[in-house]
């Protein structure tokens, strides 16, 4: 009968081999980056490929115009309104990503606006008569390139790849995650710039053996020390400047303007030209010697001035030199020598500045690698991945083996670290540690956890800070509960607590705290639906319903387990709150599912309760007689 | 028990009986992996100190080809978890195994005789003394002296010789005990991997001082 079909089929004739565009999945990698964001596909010879727009470009510049009327401009028409409408077109929003007031503050690049705190303590940009999130800003860029990259292929999008620089902390990240999120984006994975890069390399270049890629961006710097063998790319150790990048060279080109125009303080748009002519300037010394800078004064009239590639070098060599540091320590830590490696690769657009060439060369005593754009090559090398991730397989037997670029920690006494996952460890990693109480009678502790290299918990990022709740009475030091730290393939970090004695299991998950929070990101998806994204209410719906059956089949588990510290009206009580979800969780608003969750959680938190004292209790008990026999 | 727990319990998704391997033999989905498995059992390596980085590599990577989550990307969420375990515990086997000092500590601790974290343990007062020296004279340093990174460089290039010298004798003290299964030659070897904690302090130390030259 089958066979008898398939003969049947109109298309047999064609070539077992040969690959139709309907056969394959819609995926991207998409490079969300500092100045330009691009999208770039497998086409149907295999090769990576970038998405031009509708005039035929390849490069979408990251910057959003917010109109009053709540409309927005991303790209080209958004960076033509910069100074028309300077505090309403959006730049180099990456710069904030996961990013808390004071840091854009005590940063090095000025903006011309209007900032504010958040909820969570992230920056919120006040601009069309509103307040955005970082969020919000890359989720419109995000979208802008889902729409180029379906109408290229034809289709709804069915899920991407999209790049973070490596240095990124886990702040960042879920910001980065979260704006997929809202544009409707099925994230595959967050992978790092350099990564990507040494991807594009090897795959498309057939590079192999040991490699350095520098990666110079917009506003960030990676340097990473890759192992390329047959398909196999194992980062060994990584470095960076997650606030360091082409910006800052407009930054002291532009002071040096405002300085000679005799300016203080200017205004928003006279911040916005004097950014634009810097960059202007900066671009066109990566070829000429000289340049002429020309800036509308305020008050009329023209300034302007020639400049040198001499005296532009001369202004920004020590931001090139910050970027040696990083270099040296990553080399050390991939425990290679300078002169094992094969080559250095160039990534990112600052990398066309001569001096930042010579700089490379100098510090690894080679000429530098650039057969493929650095501008493109990181979203090449996603396609890359997205290809793979989403089943196509058509780059082969590909491996890749990434480490987390900055070490995890928890506060100790004294407000000191105490470091768990080193940097540079393997990815996915999992750490568990086991703590006490060091009062007598504690029955909570709170534990925060951080990421950065210092020793005081002040100077590192605090990630999340959590209390441990319902530890059972008891003197200093008897309770043990054991918590573990998971990074998984994203760079992300999972907390969870437990007490995990004869077969039952408590866990806690905590979500770093820096990001949106799941009410944020919600209301403003629900925000988006008022427009009519049909897909959204779907997404939302199907996730609502798979957490409403996790939630089941958990307390189902658990009611299996210990049904015996509930007495018959209390068990009867649980079980019709939990056919309840399970009826709402067949209807199709996800609202009513995600409140029948909430209702569910209150009516048995004390099941819950119970059932940790208990394995906290068991936990003591098996403690204490351990004591007893030594 | 655990283990066994496990196996009875048979695989999460089909309910097929379970080999001990991360894949469930009949329906091929990946399996929590067992938090108890050893190191070397995880690589399919024997209990021995000797371990061809070559090889070790070569397994760690064939092992995260078959269950690293990017295999994983498009099934449903609890096999994707399972494999981010799964990796995980790759990940920790092989950062383990693939330093000796870390290595060795792992093999005491198998052979119910663990290295104390902090050595307290040593008792020799002229080792302490010369520890506690070479600390001093790496304090005195000012980085940002003349000849400071040379003067560095050649302190860890002294200390990893010595380091070299005592994984050696690590190694040999090891192959004695899994050969005659003599416990003076465990003990030997507990006390040098204490003495390379020490070393290893010290250059951690010198770490932080490089870290100011950049």
Redesign the interface.
């Known amino acids: 009968m089958d066979v008898l079909l398939d003969i049947a089929e109109p298309d047999q004739s064609r070539k077992p081999h040969e690959i139709r565009a309907e056969d394959l999945r819609r995926v991207v990698g998409i490079d969300l980056g500092t100045t330009y964001s691009l999208a770039a596909a497998i086409d149907l010879e295999g090769k990576p490929a970038c998405i031009p727009d509708a005039a035929g470009r390849f490069m979408l510049p990251s910057v959003v115009y917010l109109d009053p009327d709540g409309s927005t401009l991303v790209g080209w028409p958004a960076r033509d309104r910069a100074l028309t409408h300077p505090r309403d077109v959006i730049a180099s929003v990456k710069r904030f990503m996961g990013r808390g007031l004071a840091d854009i503050i005590e940063g090095r690049v000025k903006t011309p606006y209007e900032l504010e705190s958040g909820e969570g303590g992230m920056v919120r940009v006040r601009a069309g008569g509103g307040s955005h999130s970082p969020v919000d800003i890359s989720a419109e860029i995000l979208k802008t390139l889902r729409q180029q990259s379906e109408a290229a292929l034809g289709g709804p999008l069915q899920g991407a790849v999209i790049t973070v620089p490596a240095y990124f902390d886990d702040a960042q990240r879920q910001a980065t995650k979260d704006a997929a999120r809202l544009a409707g984006i099925d994230l595959?994975?967050l992978l790092n710039e350099p990564t990507a890069a040494a991807l594009a390399y090897g795959l498309d270049q057939g590079k192999e053996g040991l490699y350095a890629i520098y990666d110079l961006g917009g506003g960030t710097f990676d340097i990473s020390i890759l192992k390329l063998t047959q398909g196999?790319f194992?980062v060994m150790a990584t470095g960076g400047d997650s606030a360091l990048g082409g910006d800052d060279f407009d930054q002291r080109l532009g002071d040096l303007f405002l300085e000679e125009m005799g300016v203080s303080a200017p205004s928003p748009r006279l911040m916005q030209e004097v950014k634009q002519e810097a960059r202007r300037i900066k671009e066109a010394l990566s070829q000429a010697e000289s340049a002429r800078a020309e800036i509308r004064r305020e008050e009329g009239g023209l300034y302007h001035r020639e400049v040198s590639r001499e005296a532009f070098e001369e202004r920004i060599a020590d931001l090139i030199r910050l970027t040696?540091?990083p270099c040296?320590?990553a080399i050390?830590d991939s425990g290679f020598e300078r002169g094992e490696l094969q080559g250095v690769v160039l990534v990112g657009g600052s990398t066309r500045v001569p001096a930042v060439r010579r700089f490379v060369a100098d510090l690894f005593g080679r000429e530098p690698l650039c057969d493929l754009d650095p501008d493109q090559v990181v979203a090449l090398g996603a396609a890359h991945?997205a290809d793979?991730?989403?089943?196509n397989r058509r780059s082969g037997?590909l491996?890749?083996?990434d480490v987390t670029p900055l070490s995890l920690g928890l506060e100790t006494m004294g407000g000191m670290v105490e470091r768990i996952v080193p940097r540079n460890?393997?990815?996915?990693?999992?750490?568990a540690q086991e703590f006490t109480t060091f009062k007598d009678g504690q029955t909570a502790m709170a534990i925060q956890v951080v990421q950065g290299e210092r020793e005081m918990v002040d100077q590192c990022r605090s990630l999340a800070r959590f209390e441990l709740r319902g530890i059972p009475p008891m003197v200093a030091g008897a309770a043990r509960i054991r918590v573990t730290f998971?990074i998984?393939?994203d760079g992300l970090l999972t907390v969870s607590a437990r007490e995990l004695t004869t077969?039952v299991e408590q866990r806690v998950e905590v979500k770093p705290s820096y990001g949106l929070s799941d009410g944020e990101i919600e209301r403003i998806l629900r925000d988006a639906l008022d427009h009519g994204e049909e897909d959204l209410r779907q997404r939302m719906l199907a996730e609502s319903r798979?957490e409403a059956e996790?939630v089941i089949a958990a307390l189902g588990a658990a009611l299996k387990a210990d049904s015996a510290l509930l007495s018959p009206e209390e068990l009867t009580q649980v079980k019709l709150a939990m056919a309840k979800l399970w009826e709402i969780s067949r209807g199709e608003d996800h609202e009513k599912i995600n409140n029948g969750l909430r209702e569910l959680d209150q009516q048995t938190r004390f099941f819950a309760q119970r059932r940790m004292d208990q394995t906290i209790q068991t936990a003591m008990a098996g403690h204490r007689l351990e004591e007893f026999e030594k | 028990m655990d283990a066994n727990?496990k196996t009875c319990q048979g695989c999460w998704t089909c309910r097929a009986l379970l080999d001990q391997k991360p894949l469930c033999p009949s329906c091929g989905a990946v399996q929590p992996p067992n938090p108890e498995e050893d190191f070397f059992h995880v690589f399919g390596l024997d209990h021995l100190f000797d371990v061809d980085a070559t090889v070790l590599e070569q397994v760690y990577?064939e092992r995260?080809?078959q269950l690293?989550?990017?295999r994983f990307?498009?099934r449903p969420?609890t096999e994707r978890r399972f494999s981010?375990?799964q990796?995980?515990?790759i990940?920790?086997a092989?950062?383990t195994l693939r330093s000796p000092f870390t290595r060795a500590a792992y093999l005491l601790k198998l052979a119910g005789r663990p290295a104390s974290g902090d050595g307290g343990s040593i008792k020799d007062p002229a080792f302490l003394m010369e520890i506690m020296e070479l600390r001093e004279e790496l304090d005195a340093i000012d980085p940002h002296s003349r000849g400071a990174e040379e003067r560095l460089r050649r302190m860890r290039k002294a200390m990893e010789d010595r380091m070299s010298g005592e994984i050696s004798a690590i190694g040999a003290a090891f192959r004695d005990y899994f050969a005659e299964g003599d416990p003076q030659r465990l003990n030997d070897a507990g006390k040098r991997v204490e003495r390379l904690n020490y070393y290893r302090r010290y250059l951690e130390e010198l770490?932080r001082k490089?870290?100011e030259l950049?």
């Open positions: 595959l994975r196999v194992q040696g540091g040296r320590r050390k991945q793979l991730l989403g089943g037997d491996l890749l083996l460890t393997p990815t996915p990693t999992a750490r998971q998984d393939a077969g798979v996790r | 727990r990577q995260q080809r690293h989550p990017d990307a498009g969420e981010v375990e990796a995980a515990q990940n920790a092989y950062q770490d490089e870290e950049y």
